[in-house]
C-alpha cells in the first residue's frame, strides 16, 4: 500500500486517515454500545491493581487544578483518581452500562466533582455543549474505537486548552492472548494504531510525543467451562484475522491441552484464572498546543 507504480509513496504525502480506515474494515471484533455495556459488569477486574492508570497519570502529568476532559472513560480508572485528586472532570462515554458503573465508582469513593454524559466520538460535540478550549486537559485511554481517526484527535485537540494524552493499541488485539495464539500457531496482524495517529497529527502539525504502558491482565472466569467458551471465542475471532493458522480441530486440540496446563483454582475457590498473566502493552501518546 505504500507504493505506487513509481516507487514508494513519501511518508508525508500519505493520507493517515485513509490507511487507518482501510485497516478498520479488516477488524472483526465488535466495538457497539452493546458490546462495551456487557463488558462493564467486569470491567474494574481486569487490570493488575492501578499500575495502568498510575502509570497513566503519571505521564498526562495533570496540573493542580486542571480540569479533565475524560473521552471514553468507561468505568472511571481515570476520571475516579482525578476526582479524588480534585479535579473537576467531564466524563464522557456512549455506554449507558459503563456510566453506571462510574457513577457507582464515583459514590464510593465520594468524589463529586466528575460529572458523566453519553457521548460517542461519532456526536457533535459542540451541539452537546462540549465547546472549543474548554478543558485543560483531553484524555482518551484505551478508548479510540472508530473510524474516522483523524476526526477523533481533532476533536480532542480542539475541546483542549493545554494537553491531549491519549492510548492506543500494540501488538495484537488487547483482546487477544498473544502468547496463547503463538503457542496455537495462529500468526495475526499487529496493530500499529500509534503509526497512524503520528502520522495524522504530524500532518496536522502538532508534535506528537510517544512513550509505552507496560501492563498484566488478569483473565479470570467463574467457572472452568466458562474459561473454554471465552478462550474458544478468542480463537474463532483471531481465525476471522488471522494471516495463517492450522485448521480449526487441531487448534482446539492444543487449547484444550493448553487449558489443562494453565488455568487455576483461585486462591479463595470461587473461581479460575490463568496462572500466568499476560503482558498488554499501550501506547501513550501526547501533544501539546
Ligand atoms: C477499553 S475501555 C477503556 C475505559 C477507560 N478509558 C480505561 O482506560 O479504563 C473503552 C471504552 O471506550 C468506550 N468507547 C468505545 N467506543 C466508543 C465510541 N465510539 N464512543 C464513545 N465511547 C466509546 C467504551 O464504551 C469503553 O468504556
Known sequence: ???????????????????????????????????????????????APDTYAQRFLELADVHPGEM??????????LSVPLGQRGHEVL??????????????NLQQAHVTSVRSMQLSWEDDWRADGVESNSFDVCVASRSIATDDLRSALLKLTD???????ITLATGVSPRIDARL???????????????????ILSAEGHLPQLTYINTKRF???ATFDDAREH????????????????????ILRRLH?????????????????????????????????
Open 219 to 221: 483473565d479470570a472466569f
Open 159 to 165: 475541546v483542549a486548552r493545554r494537553r491531549v494524552c
Open 68 to 77: 479533565v476532559f475524560d473521552m471514553g472513560c468507561g468505568t472511571g480508572n
Open 1 to 47: 500500500m505504500l507504493r505506487t507504480t513509481e516507487g514508494p509513496v513519501p511518508v508525508a504525502a500519505q493520507d493517515w486517515n485513509e490507511l487507518w480506515q482501510a485497516r478498520q474494515t479488516l477488524r472483526t471484533a465488535p466495538r457497539d454500545a452493546t458490546y462495551w455495556d456487557k463488558r462493564a459488569q467486569t470491567f474494574d477486574r481486569k487490570d
Open 181 to 199: 495464539m503463538r503457542k496455537l500457531g495462529i500468526v495475526l496482524p499487529e496493530n500499529m494504531d500509534a503509526v497512524y495517529a503520528l502520522g
Open 91 to 104: 466524563a464522557a462515554d456512549f455506554s449507558r452500562v459503563m456510566l453506571e458503573r462510574l457513577e457507582e
Open 231 to 250: 478462550f474458544t471465542g478468542m480463537v474463532d475471532m483471531a481465525l476471522e484475522e488471522a494471516i495463517s493458522a492450522p485448521d480449526r480441530d487441531e
Open 257 to 289: 491441552a493448553w487449558l489443562e496446563d494453565a488455568l487455576q483454582k483461585d486462591d479463595h475457590g470461587e473461581g479460575v484464572s490463568v496462572c500466568q498473566p499476560r503482558d498488554v502493552n499501550w501506547a501513550f501518546m501526547w501533544w501539546d498546543k
